[in-house]
């Protein structure tokens, strides 16, 4: 997929410089943390594999940034960046790897399975497509409840060619559920590219199967993506149905840090590179007088600082013990287990 | 300060992780994220980059060899103030121009871990804990080899064959070349060598359901130095004397004994001699070395009684033993191929030195 094809989005000018750093910090957040988890990882001094989202920044940031703090989303074993962009901290992220009690999930999740019922993420379902069916549910609960909520759903273009994609997408399609379906299309199923497993890589236009609106957008432009998010966000809103979204995005990182990712030829990589979500939208913010190299750089030293801060408290966070075995298990039914 | 750099979890399965090559000598600086040491996993070769920025003193493994998660690989001094100023060599992709300023890295993991948690063994491997006391640390040959060989036992449908040679030749040609006779392997080796000769089936190995030629011809002696499994292997055998291919088992021992590390690389062989004479073993039954196809296990020569023309006489015989890679050959075409080194074994007791 030539990365130029969609051309530049024409961003809406009304966004105040509060919500424009904000998304740059967001950014930087997920891409210090990735990269320092990734250091973690080699140290060996953190368990478990981890399946990163270096590249992939924007595509977050701009769905959630689109969103309300009550609604929810979905996502996948790649969910680091979706946690941050929803608003999980730091900590709670580096707690969880490290396998602590005080992680996002006491510890029992990791890596592939953060999430935070509290903030709005249903921790990550690790199978392919898994969460789909469930956004669709989520859906269906949120309309009969009239609450108002949307779910955001992310998966990546492996899911796409899951049943569980046709069925839930479907679902949701014909009883109008208020979803967000989210492709995150960085153009590899783990090593396969998406031109040997669909015909029509055009993931979008699989929308009109369904009756719903899809739309492709630029994953590397942040505000084109929290644009299309929020219009789609409005639509599902107003009982119209769900909406798929095609974010256009490249993976910089190996599928898991047990990959390593030969089968990326070296000029996408480096045209992708060249797209990088970050460095595309600080011009943005330069250009626009938001912030200048200095303010930007203070930010993302700012960021380094609390990511080693929360490295050291997580290193000495408690870890569980042979009695939180049997708790988390069941719902509490009253009777104390 | 020192800083240990550990074999991180790059394997999918609980299968060891070979050394490729060394990206960074000893003596060079290495940034953070900068590719210290080319691996082969069980999925794909990548490369590891250094936790650290900092200037290599050691490697602990060499090129050939496999470690496990966890494993000090190689050790690296850090100052603490400079992990800045590794930053020019960090690769374009990296956004981080700068190293965090923690890159004070601790050596070990603190101390206020819970005991039993979930990753207990792995600390216990990283900070230098000992492992319960009753526990035998193997090192890593042995836990290369002791896998090789469960591998072997388990996937390769070994048979045995087992005879007897008439070694009296030998013995007579030995102790003429007293006081320096060539070693009894050279003279097994050689008529191993010959045999593989007349027999190419035997020159080729199993692999994807097919025959296909080995790509060396070298005759491997099994060696076990201080507890550690090492072959050493003889190239070209058939064309050297029992004189040459002595000396080269001989060198190859002392270098082995003066720890060189390049006789220990794994390097391989087409075929394997393992003699347990010297443990005063009669006869045994060898597991094949994996990817060979067949493997010659030999007893002590001791004086035996035998008949011939009818006549009980006393002579010095030697029993062998040869697993066989049923995958490639049969019982007929491998008892046939025993044969020939028997009688190859025995044509060596009657030439000249």
């Given amino acids: 997929m030539n990365p130029a094809a969609t051309g530049e989005h024409q961003h809406d000018h009304s966004y105040d410089s509060a919500f424009l750093l904000e998304l740059y910090e967001r950014m930087v957040s997920i891409r210090e943390f990735e990269d320092g988890v990734k250091f973690l990882f080699l140290e060996g001094t953190m368990p478990g594999t981890i399946h990163q989202c270096q590249g992939q920044e924007a595509t977050a940031v701009g769905v959630c940034a689109a969103l309300r703090e009550s609604d929810f989303i979905t ?92 069925e839930g997408v479907n679902m949701a ?165 | 300060m020192r800083f240990e750099m550990k074999m991180p979890d790059l394997a999918t399965t609980e299968s060891e992780i070979r050394i490729v090559q060394w990206r960074i000598e000893p003596g060079e600086q290495v940034a953070r994220g900068q590719a210290l040491v080319e691996v082969e996993t069980d999925k794909a070769t990548m490369d590891v980059e250094s936790a650290v920025g900092g200037v290599l003193r050691e490697t602990r493994c060499d090129p050939g060899t496999s470690v496990s998660v966890g494993d000090v690989i190689a050790v690296l001094e850090v100052e603490a103030a400079v992990a800045g100023t590794a930053s020019e060599k960090t690769p374009r992709q990296e956004l981080s121009t700068k190293a965090p300023a923690a890159a004070a890295v601790e050596a070990s993991p603190p101390a206020a871990r819970a005991p039993g948690g979930m990753f207990a063994r792995n600390r216990a491997a990283t900070d230098g804990r000992a492992a319960p006391d009753d526990a035998c640390r193997l090192s890593v040959a042995q836990r290369t080899s002791a896998r090789r060989l469960q591998q072997s036992k388990q996937t390769i449908p070994h048979f045995y064959l087992q005879t007897s040679a008439d070694a009296s030749g ?31 089936r035997f020159a080729c190995r199993w692999e994807g359901e097919q025959l296909v030629p080995a790509s060396t011809d070298a005759i491997g002696v099994a060696v076990d130095h201080e507890g550690d499994l090492f072959v050493l292997p003889v190239e070209a055998a058939a064309s050297k004397t029992v ?39 009669e006869s045994f039954i060898p597991i094949i070395n994996p990817p060979e196809t067949a493997i010659l296990g030999v007893g002590k020569v001791l004086p035996a009684a035998v008949v011939r023309d009818g006549q009980m006489v006393v002579e010095h015989r030697c029993r062998l033993t040869l697993s066989v890679d049923h995958r490639v050959a049969s019982g007929r075409a491998a008892g046939e191929f025993l044969g020939r080194i028997v009688r190859e074994l025995e044509a060596l007791g009657g030439e000249a030195a």
């Fill in chain 2, 170 to 200: 030998i013995v007579t040609r030995r102790a003429a070349a007293a006081p320096a006779p060539p070693a009894w392997d050279a003279f097994f080796v050689l008529a191993l060598a010959r045999a593989i000769g007349r027999f190419p």
């Fill in chain 1, 173 to 337: 399609a014909i009883w109008n559920l208020p979803v967000l379906f989210v492709c995150e299309n960085n153009l590899y199923g783990a090593s396969t590219h998406v031109s040997l497993v669909m015909r029509d890589t055009n993931i979008a236009r699989r929308a009109t199967c369904y009756g719903i609106r899809g739309q492709q957008v630029d994953g590397n432009d942040v505000l084109a993506v929290c644009e299309a998010a929020r219009q789609a966000a409005a639509e599902c809103r107003a009982g119209n149905g769900p909406v798929l979204l095609e974010l256009l995005t490249y993976r910089r990182t190996g599928h898991s840090r047990r990959d390593a990712c030969h089968y990326q030829p070296a000029d996408e990589r480096e045209a992708w590179a060249a797209r990088d979500p970050i460095l595309r939208f600080a011009e943005v913010l330069k250009t626009r007088g938001v912030a200048d190299d200095a303010q930007l750089e203070a930010i993302r030293t700012r960021i380094v600082e609390q990511f080693n801060e929360a490295v050291t408290a997580a290193r000495l966070a408690p870890q569980p013990t042979l009695d939180d075995l049997t708790t988390d298990v069941f719902v509490d039914n009253g009777e104390g287990r």
């Fill in chain 1, 75 to 166: 996502s996948t074993f790649r969910g680091h960046g979706h946690a941050l962009a929803k608003g999980l901290t730091v900590q709670e992220l580096l707690d969880e790897l490290f396998g602590a009690t005080t992680g996002c999930c006491r510890g029992k999740g990791g890596s592939m399975h953060v999430g935070n019922m509290a903030r709005g993420m249903v921790p990550g379902i690790a199978i392919v497509g898994g969460g789909i069916p469930v956004a669709a549910g989520m859906g269906l609960a949120f309309k009969m409840q009239r609450s108002g909520q949307i779910a955001a759903c992310f998966f990546g273009d492996g899911a796409v060619s899951e049943g569980a994609f046709h």
């Fill in chain 2, 243 to 281: 004189d040459q291919i002595s000396d080269e088992i001989r060198q190859g021992l002392n270098l082995l004994g003066g720890g060189d590390s390049d006789v220990r690389r794994i390097r391989p062989a087409l075929m394997t001699v393992t003699n347990l004479g010297v443990c005063d073993v």
